[in-house]
């Protein structure tokens, strides 16, 4: 079956620093791969997508890049702000099925 | 403006008490689907419903029923609440079934005394 797994954190980091957050993936198909974000008390937000391979993903400052070779849809954003501070979920999408989450990334950007 | 709303947004209940938490698009989508969030878990899938009158078991649908009756509206049914069935309840909905974006409501926070 599919699966995404990525770093559960949290991850904290100061304000300017560079992000990361890995998130690998298992599929049987060739699914869309996406990051949404749960701000606290919120629901959860399409932060970008891709659909196919080497295609990448922007939004806000934040990137990623459907790589097939690595299964790996990892986030990354230059330059944090305080405002980033959420969960971050990696997902996918393969055929008619729904949406298969990661567990969540908790990440807390300090002043 | 294109949205999924929910209702209620928080709920609490006791144990055996049925009750239906809402959820309508607005944006003409035919696939809408239910899921819950659990800490440590993350989101699973309950239900899905790939048009009106298909419905379709998602990961986790022991102890809920749905229905779709008109292609806007996705209700959740808890015939007999447990405990365990306290969370954090999302529904979502896609222009289609087949790797489309899905688009989230605010969420309904379920609380089974």
């Known amino acids: 079956g599919n699966s995404v797994t990525q770093m559960e954190g949290p991850v904290t980091l100061s304000e300017e620093a560079f992000l990361t957050i890995n998130c690998t993936y298992t599929?049987?198909?060739?699914?869309?791969l996406f990051w949404y974000v749960q701000y606290p008390g919120e629901g959860l937000q399409l932060l970008l997508k891709?659909?196919?391979?080497?295609d990448k993903g922007s939004n806000k400052g934040f990137e990623a890049t459907y790589r097939k070779e690595t299964t790996s849809f990892h986030l990354e954003k230059g330059s944090v702000q305080v405002s980033d501070s959420a969960v971050y979920f990696c997902?996918?999408?393969?055929?008619?099925?729904?949406?298969?989450f990661g567990k969540g990334t908790h990440l807390i950007i300090q002043p | 403006e294109a949205q999924v709303t929910q209702n209620p947004r928080y709920l609490i209940t006791v144990t055996g008490k049925k009750l239906t938490v809402t959820c309508s698009q607005n944006?003409?989508?035919?696939?809408m689907s239910w899921y819950r969030q659990d800490p440590g878990l993350g989101l699973r899938q309950i239900y899905y419903?790939?048009?009106?009158?298909?419905?379709d078991k998602g990961d986790v649908p022991e102890g809920y029923k749905v229905s779709r009756k008109e292609k806007r509206n996705f209700p959740l049914i808890l015939e007999s609440p447990s405990p365990n069935q306290t969370s954090l309840y999302f529904c979502?909905?896609?222009?289609?079934?087949?790797?489309?974006?899905?688009?989230f409501g605010p969420g309904t926070r379920l609380l089974v005394l």
């Open positions: 891709a659909t196919k391979a080497d």
């Open positions: 979502a909905s896609s222009l289609s079934g087949i790797r489309e974006t899905q688009y």
């Open positions: 944006m003409n989508h035919e696939y």
């Open positions: 599929a049987t198909g060739y699914p869309s």
């Open positions: 997902a996918l999408r393969d055929g008619a099925d729904g949406l298969t």
């Open positions: 419903s790939m048009n009106v009158e298909v419905t």
